[in-house]
């Protein structure tokens, strides 16, 4: 088996690699037509609310836009039973009134498997990429690869048959492997304290995988240790 110098932890995608970095922006006091222009003749469901530093204050979505649009169609009390949310945006003239706060946002640097399943836990269809305050891009669910979508079983069962038994030639039923929300959390005995590195970084490179806590105890520290020089004049 080799020592943990042979292994390199693999790329891994990250938002900066997909993201669209011309984003089209708004401010405050944008007002709702020029909103409903813009989606249309960049067909995009969705706007990020900038102020004069670039920092994301808001988001006007598609959804925001129809609270607005529906009102006209309503009777003289049917909004008096919604949301106070709901009442607001239906009367309001531009985007101060219509955006949504706070904004769910990412950073550059994140893996995209993080970013994928923010999306999904918050059901949210695009995050604003934000680095040092100001926003540098934004990500949609048509960014983020599909194999970055898999269920925790489909993660751990890569886990168990591609890398304990695959890669380390080792008994799965000697490891008790669990994988909440991408997060592998390993357990057992490995022989060399050096694989204990080396089952760590296969562990990352499996797609989906966000991070790895390998509670694995192992029989004999290699530390140190260099294998014997030849001997020579004999």
């Known amino acids: 088996m080799p020592d943990d110098d042979s292994f390199r932890r693999p790329a891994r995608l990250k938002v900066g690699d997909v993201m669209t970095r011309d984003v089209v922006t708004i401010t405050v006091d944008t007002p709702f037509k020029h909103i409903e222009q813009l989606m249309s003749e960049h067909h995009i469901s ?72 923010s999306m999904r836990k918050k059901n949210v269809k695009r995050l604003p990429v934000i680095d040092g305050g100001r926003l540098v891009g934004i990500v949609s669910r048509a960014d983020v690869l599909k194999s970055y979508l898999r269920t925790d079983a489909e993660i751990r069962d890569d886990v168990v048959e591609g890398v304990v038994r695959g ?57 140190g240790v260099t294998p014997p020089k030849e001997l020579s004049g004999i």
């Not at 008096?80 to 945006?89: F, L």
């Not at 080396?198 to 991070?211: K, N, Q, R």
């Open 46 to 117: 969705a706007i990020p609310v900038v102020d004069a530093e670039g920092a994301v204050v808001g988001l006007v979505s598609e959804a925001d836009l129809l609270h607005r649009t529906e009102s006209g169609a309503e009777e003289p009390g049917g909004w008096t039973h919604g949301s106070r949310e709901r009442r607001s945006k239906a009367h309001a003239e531009t985007a101060a009134g219509l955006m949504s706060t706070p904004v769910i946002s990412v950073a550059s640097d994140e893996p995209l498997a993080a970013a994928a399943r």
């Open 167 to 223: 890669s380390m030639w080792l008994d799965p039923s000697a490891f008790d492997v669990e994988v909440d929300d991408g997060m592998v959390r390993i357990r057992g005995e490995v022989d060399r304290r050096s694989d204990v590195g080396v089952m760590t970084t296969l562990i990352l490179g499996v797609e989906g995988v966000i991070a790895v806590d390998p509670a694995l105890t192992y029989r004999f520290d290699d530390r």
